[in-house]
């Protein structure tokens, strides 16, 4: 240990003469030899000299006074909010607050202990991310051969056809695995710098524990309060690899990964799909108009004049358009009731047997007396898209400036939910402006912006998205299928609850800038013409 020591001492050299290096001048923080000692000595110095070993130059636990740094604090001045010496209480802070040097170091040091434990709880969290980062660089290879021989052994089935496919998923996932392995490289060395600067944190704090020096806890205090503990931590997980059937007589294959790192929806040879069949039903191969609905809404400047329609328990529907009203609609195309409302019928839905809409700012219900009631309000942000969940909550799309959210509310009013951003903190939306809840509780929104639908599970967690789509609402039937109209295409699409494109709905005679749709029941939807202010009843099932 001593030859050691001695190595390390040898290796630094004497501050004046470059001779190796014995002592050390605190005051001055001069490294000196031995002869040099006496030369340093005749040195005047305001702050005087401490020569002491040089080994055991770091050990000072003394606090020495500002104003005569020959002497050491013993007292400590509440008003100036500094260490001081038995000079200063008689002279210049003679008639300020003081208290004892020993409890202001006993104050600092609790500051110092309560974030140090502060600190360390974190670390444990740390340790099992670095942990759980490790163990998926370890697995990563035998998990990416794997999915390697999944896309293998479909791809022996199409022969020729699907070879240059199959080489084109083995270099996507390639990609991939490039990609997922750099990530979590950085995050397993950030992990590993988190950790180190804990234990710093940590092996300052056992120093100054035995220490007196009340400048240096001061100075260490707000380093280690602005050391930030772990908030949130992305977790990653590998590609999913689905299958689905070949057509024989088209040879149209869909496969791809799914989640991308829980990012991105990867997909291959998406082409337009044939008829499938659904549970018990099948779809018309031309969906038919079984009757029509002028709405009479007047048209605006841009000549739109049907927005919105949801539909009741009774099978009626409410329509909104241009004008301020609502009109309850039967089946048959008879007008059954009207009713005056505060803004344009834009965005609907029916809650508790009660037609719900958007305001300026608030969320509003028509009651049974046909009053407008405020249910709540939406602060700053403006709403847009409504629709009632299973949990029997309301999901709402609000907008500020260039932000867009999902919140969930309870009926009075309550924040349950926010849904914002992905995995990677990204923004969800650009513009969500239509909104519905799937029979498994995912979320999809319409996103005018990015002229796409976006959903997520229950949880808010990105599950996919559907691009290609322009200012559309959304519903969804009783199976779970997606149905979006497509405002600029004059079609349907609809998709089945993965998000995979099962076909266009076009009804015989066609469809003329659709945008309001809901499911009736029995096959049949209900489609609105923006331009044309016509409501459509549209049978797309077979009996």
Same mark, same amino acid.
């Given at each position: 240990?001593?030859?050691?020591?001695?190595?390390?001492?040898?290796?630094?050299?004497?501050?004046?003469?470059?001779?190796?290096?014995?002592?050390?001048?605190?005051?001055?923080?001069?490294?000196?030899?031995?002869?040099?000692?006496?030369?340093?000595?005749?040195?005047?110095?305001?702050?005087?000299?401490?020569?002491?070993?040089?080994?055991?130059?770091?050990?000072?636990?003394?606090?020495?006074?500002?104003?005569?740094?020959?002497?050491?604090?013993?007292?400590?001045?509440?008003?100036?909010?500094?260490?001081?010496?038995?000079?200063?209480?008689?002279?210049?802070?003679?008639?300020?607050?003081?208290?004892?040097?020993?409890?202001?170091?006993?104050?600092?040091?609790?500051?110092?202990?309560?974030?140090?434990?502060?600190?360390?709880?974190?670390?444990?969290?740390?340790?099992?991310?670095?942990?759980?980062?490790?163990?998926?660089?370890?697995?990563?290879?035998?998990?990416?051969?794997?999915?390697?021989?999944?896309?293998?052994?479909?791809?022996?089935?199409?022969?020729?056809?699907?070879?240059?496919?199959?080489?084109?998923?083995?270099?996507?996932?390639?990609?991939?695995?490039?990609?997922?392995?750099?990530?979590?490289?950085?995050?397993?060395?950030?992990?590993?710098?988190?950790?180190?600067?804990?234990?710093?944190?940590?092996?300052?704090?056992?120093?100054?524990?035995?220490?007196?020096?009340?400048?240096?806890?001061?100075?260490?205090?707000?380093?280690?309060?602005?050391?930030?503990?772990?908030?949130?931590?992305?977790?990653?997980?590998?590609?999913?690899?689905?299958?689905?059937?070949?057509?024989?007589?088209?040879?149209?294959?869909?496969?791809?990964?799914?989640?991308?790192?829980?990012?991105?929806?990867?997909?291959?040879?998406?082409?337009?799909?044939?008829?499938?069949?659904?549970?018990?039903?099948?779809?018309?191969?031309?969906?038919?108009?079984?009757?029509?609905?002028?709405?009479?809404?007047?048209?605006?400047? @841009?000549? =739109?004049?049907?927005? !919105?329609?949801? *539909? #009741? $328990?009774?099978? +009626?529907?409410?329509?909104?358009?241009?004008? %301020?009203?609502?009109?309850?609609?039967?089946?048959?195309?008879?007008?059954?009731?009207?009713?005056?409302?505060?803004?344009?019928?834009?965005?609907?839905?029916?809650?508790?047997?009660?037609?719900?809409?958007?305001?300026?700012?608030?969320?509003?219900?028509?009651?049974?007396?046909?009053?407008?009631?405020?249910?709540?309000?939406?602060?700053?942000?403006?709403?847009?898209?409504?629709?009632?969940?299973?949990?029997?909550?309301?999901?709402?799309?609000?907008?500020?400036?260039?932000?867009?959210?999902?919140?969930?509310?309870?009926?009075?009013?309550?924040?349950?939910?926010?849904?914002?951003?992905?995995?990677?903190?990204?923004?969800?939306?650009?513009?969500?402006?239509?909104? @519905?809840? =799937?029979?498994?509780? !995912?979320?999809? *929104? #319409? $996103?005018?912006? +990015?002229?796409?639908?976006?959903?997520?599970? %229950?949880?808010?967690?990105?599950?996919?998205?559907?691009?290609?789509?322009?200012?559309?609402?959304?519903?969804?039937?009783?199976?779970?299928?997606?149905?979006?109209?497509?405002?600029?295409?004059?079609?349907?699409?609809?998709?089945?609850?993965?998000?995979?494109?099962?076909?266009?709905?076009?009804?015989?005679?066609?469809?003329?800038?659709?945008?309001?749709?809901?499911?009736?029941?029995?096959?049949?939807?209900?489609?609105?013409?923006?331009?044309?202010?016509?409501?459509?009843?549209?049978?797309?099932?077979?009996?």
């Amino acid at each position: 240990m001593m030859e050691s020591k001695n190595e390390a001492q040898h290796s630094v050299e004497c501050d004046l003469c470059q001779q190796p290096v014995s002592f050390f001048c605190r005051r001055c923080g001069v490294n000196l030899c031995d002869p040099c000692v006496t030369i340093h000595l005749r040195v005047k110095s305001k702050n005087g000299h401490d020569i002491v070993d040089y080994t055991s130059k770091d050990d000072d636990d003394t606090c020495h006074c500002d104003s005569h740094p020959q002497n050491d604090c013993s007292a400590y001045c509440k008003t100036c909010d500094a260490p001081i010496c038995i000079l200063c209480v008689s002279i210049k802070h003679k008639s300020h607050e003081m208290s004892e040097l020993s409890d202001k170091i006993e104050e600092l040091l609790k500051v110092i202990a309560k974030e140090n434990d502060r600190l360390q709880s974190s670390k444990n969290e740390l340790e099992k991310n670095l942990e759980h980062t490790t163990n998926m660089l370890s697995s990563i290879s035998s998990f990416y051969k794997q999915r390697k021989d999944e896309v293998t052994a479909h791809g022996e089935k199409w022969h020729k056809l699907i070879e240059e496919t199959v080489k084109i998923l083995h270099q996507e996932l390639d990609d991939m695995q490039k990609e997922h392995e750099a990530v979590l490289q950085k995050q397993k060395k950030e992990f590993e710098e988190m950790i180190r600067r804990v234990d710093d944190m940590n092996g300052k704090t056992v120093k100054l524990q035995k220490s007196k020096n009340v400048k240096e806890m001061q100075t260490f205090v707000p380093v280690i309060q602005n050391r930030k503990n772990l908030n949130k931590v992305s977790q990653y997980s590998f590609p999913t690899f689905y299958e689905c059937k070949i057509d024989p007589n088209y040879l149209q294959t869909y496969f791809g990964y799914v989640e991308k790192m829980q990012v991105k929806k990867t997909s291959l040879l998406e082409n337009e799909f044939k008829e499938r069949e659904l549970p018990g039903r099948t779809i018309l191969e031309v969906p038919t108009v079984t009757s029509v609905i002028d709405t009479g809404f007047p048209a605006s400047e @841009t000549n =739109n004049r049907l927005y !919105d329609m949801a *539909v #009741t $328990d009774d099978n +009626k529907v409410w329509m909104g358009g241009q004008s %301020r009203e609502l009109k309850l609609f039967d089946l048959q195309g008879h007008l059954q009731h009207t009713v005056s409302i505060t803004t344009r019928g834009i965005h609907l839905c029916m809650y508790n047997k009660q037609v719900v809409y958007s305001g300026t700012k608030d969320v509003k219900m028509i009651s049974d007396t046909d009053n407008v009631v405020t249910m709540f309000t939406t602060g700053d942000w403006t709403p847009y898209g409504v629709t009632s969940a299973a949990s029997g909550d309301l999901l709402v799309c609000l907008r500020k400036d260039d932000q867009s959210k999902v919140v969930r509310y309870s009926s009075t009013g309550t924040v349950l939910q926010e849904i914002q951003y992905d995995s990677q903190c990204q923004p969800l939306y650009k513009n969500a402006i239509y909104i @519905t809840e =799937n029979v498994n509780g !995912d979320i999809i *929104v #319409t $996103d005018r912006e +990015k002229k796409a639908v976006i959903v997520v599970d %229950r949880l808010g967690i990105f599950r996919y998205s559907y691009s290609g789509v322009t200012f559309s609402t959304v519903t969804t039937d009783s199976i779970g299928h997606v149905i979006v109209t497509d405002y600029h295409g004059d079609k349907i699409h609809m998709l089945d609850r993965d998000g995979r494109f099962l076909r266009y709905i076009i009804p015989e005679g066609g469809i003329n800038v659709p945008r309001g749709v809901c499911i009736l029941g029995d096959g049949e939807m209900m489609v609105g013409e923006t331009k044309t202010g016509i409501a459509k009843r549209i049978k797309y099932l077979k009996e």
